[in-house]
């Protein structure tokens, strides 16, 4: 299966401050890659889309770029709403795999 | 705005069987690509299985002997059977579906289910 890396497992970030986020793959996914935002007690919330696109109602601080097996999650400016785990999956193999995800907390 | 809302027992016994069920509201069940996933501290969130508006499925070959994925349209309902469970199978359930090929833009709460004699 593929195997999905998250680095770093916490990001330490100031509200206002710019968060960077990566995933890597043991194989190539191609550009089937989401990512997801989860608070405590709450489902994942779909961020991004096909490596770089964003979901419905996902405001443009969100950014998503890479193919193949490197991915990077941007957030420009961390607003105080945006502290939570964020999690990459890809799609472009079975089966459907996560990462194990990145807590992005206040600094 | 699709909604999802799992129902199911919060406490199954070893080698019994787990039914889970996920009533959809807010659209169509034959719109979506479906799934269930879930989610522990041991294994984080773990695909389970898939099922097509075309009505195939996949399943994770770690539960394929033993997981069941169904859709009953009538019902607008999604339906998950694990059966032969161990406490490794203790986890948050969701079902989730998409509207894009298997990126999940609906997901339910979730529900807890622990096994345990």
């Known amino acids: 299966e593929t195997v999905m890396t998250q680095s770093p497992v916490t990001l330490s970030v100031s509200p206002g401050e710019r968060a960077t986020l990566s995933c890597r793959a043991s194989q190539s996914v191609n550009s089937n890659l989401a990512w997801y935002q989860q608070k405590p007690g709450q489902a994942p919330r779909l961020l991004i889309y096909?490596?770089?696109s964003r979901a419905t109602g996902i405001p443009a601080r969100f950014s998503g770029s890479g193919s193949g097996t490197e991915f990077t999650l941007t957030i420009s400016s961390l607003q105080s709403e945006d502290f939570a785990v964020f999690y990459c999956q890809q799609y472009g193999n079975w089966p459907l795999t996560f990462g194990g995800g990145t807590k992005v907390e206040i600094k | 705005q699709v909604q999802l809302q799992e129902s199911g027992p919060g406490l199954v016994k070893p080698s019994e069987t787990l039914s889970l069920t996920c009533a959809v509201s807010g659209g169509s069940i034959s719109s979506y690509y479906w799934s269930w996933i879930r989610q522990s501290p041991e294994k984080g969130l773990e695909y389970i299985a898939c099922f097509f508006n075309s009505g195939s499925t996949n399943y994770h070959p770690s539960l394929m002997s033993r997981a069941t994925i169904s859709v009953d349209t009538s019902k607008n309902q999604l339906s998950l059977r694990l059966t032969s469970v161990t406490a490794a199978d203790t986890a948050v359930y969701f079902c989730?579906?998409?509207?894009?090929?298997?990126?999940?833009?609906?997901w339910g709460q979730g529900t807890l289910v622990t096994v345990s004699s």
């Open positions: 989730a579906g998409a509207s894009r090929w298997l990126s999940f833009d609906f």
């Open positions: 096909g490596a770089s």
